[in-house]
T-cell receptor
Framework: GAVVSQHPSWVICKSGTSVKIECRSLDFQATTMFWYRQFPKQSLMLMATSNEGSKATYEQGVEKDKFLINHASLTLSTLTVTSAHPEDSSFYIC?????????????FGNGTRLTVT | GQNIDQPTEMTATEGAIVQINCTYQTSGFNGLFWYQQHAGEAPTFLSYNVLDGLEEKGRFSSFLSRSKGYSYLLLKELQMKDSASYLCAVRDSNYQLIWGAGTKLIIKP
């Protein structure tokens, strides 16, 4: 159980275009979803936290107008990288949890490798 | 500030035992998680500790001492497929997850 599906797995886009990444919880209702970014050989960097039906909370230094997050339902959150540039190339990973309790682990999607040319 | 420390890299031999340590300093504590991450893949959940002591799950065990701000992940009967990064994460008083930088474990035949 607790499967999180992330799509696409990889995407190559041209500089200036926008890319949308979807994150779905397949067998549970995700009250909270998290979007992470990971550069090679580095740990996860939290970008934003989104709760269903409300605006996402962005971490310091993350541009909310550039990384648009929508969490319209309990099973779907999307991250749109707008006007992508080569420096946005990274591994983006979503995760979801069904509760806020201390013992609620995060379940991760398989990640999306974005390459901006 | 909040901080989680774990070794950058460790090497062990197939069939042996390895212990990966994690020390933390956070504002509050609501549990500690260990995740495994293979190169190019997303992390997968391994274990959760909130009370002091040892939690065993097959070949993997995780220990916690809240008074010392310390945890370790113990891997027994190492297999080549255990080569991966192991991430320690602590949930603070605001239920925010604070991540360590990860320990890259290299298994040699």
């Amino acid at each position: 159980g607790a499967v999180v599906s992330q799509h696409p797995s990889w995407v190559i886009c041209k500089s200036g275009t926008s890319v949308k990444i979807e994150c779905r919880s397949l067998d549970f209702q995700a009250t909270t979803m998290f979007w992470y970014r990971q550069f090679p050989k580095q740990s996860l960097m939290l970008m934003a936290t989104s709760n269903e039906g409300s605006k996402a909370t962005y971490e310091q230094g993350v541009e909310k107008d550039k990384f648009l997050i929508n969490h319209a339902s309990l099973t779907l959150s999307t991250l749109t990288v707008t006007s992508a540039h080569p420096e946005d190339s990274s591994f983006y990973i979503c995760s979801a949890t069904s509760g806020t309790g201390g013992n609620s682990p995060l379940h991760f999607g398989n990640g999306t490798r974005l390459t901006v040319t | 500030g909040q901080n989680i420390d774990q070794p950058t890299e460790m090497t062990a031999t197939e069939g042996a035992i390895v212990q990966i340590n994690c020390t933390y300093q956070t504002s509050g504590f609501n549990g500690l998680f260990w995740y495994q991450q293979h190169a190019g893949e997303a992390p997968t959940f391994l274990s959760y500790n909130v009370l002091d002591g040892l939690e065993e799950k097959g070949r993997f065990s995780s220990f916690l001492s809240r008074s010392k701000g310390y945890s370790y992940l113990l891997l027994k009967e190492l297999q080549m497929k255990d080569s991966a990064s192991y991430l320690c994460a602590v949930r603070d008083s605001n239920y925010q997850l604070i991540w360590g930088a990860g320990t890259k474990l290299i298994i040699k035949p």
